[in-house]
């Protein structure tokens, strides 16, 4: 799994986009242009794939995936997420 460091994202009220590919080969991050791409082996199917997408991100920031909240895009290949508050 292949996950850059993003602790810098680790800031309250901090709102992440990402542009998000289900069903992908293997769970990754890539992060470039100042754009993030999640991709997820989760098909996009009960909210399977937004689930795995905010575990990965969580991980990838450092932070627990409750902290993570998605505010928009949950349809939609570009989603944002807000880091709430401890």
Known sequence: MS???LSHLAVP???I???A???ASRDRIE???GELRVYV???PDKGKANTAIRTLLARAIGVPKTRLRLVSGALSR???FV???D
């Open 31 to 33: 992060a470039a242009n």
């Open 13 to 15: 009220g901090a709102r």
């Open 17 to 19: 986009a990402v542009r």
């Open 78 to 80: 570009e989603k944002v």
């Open 21 to 23: 590919t289900p069903r």
């Open 3 to 5: 996950r850059p460091d």
């Open 41 to 43: 082996t989760a098909p």
């Open 83 to 85: 880091l709430e508050p």
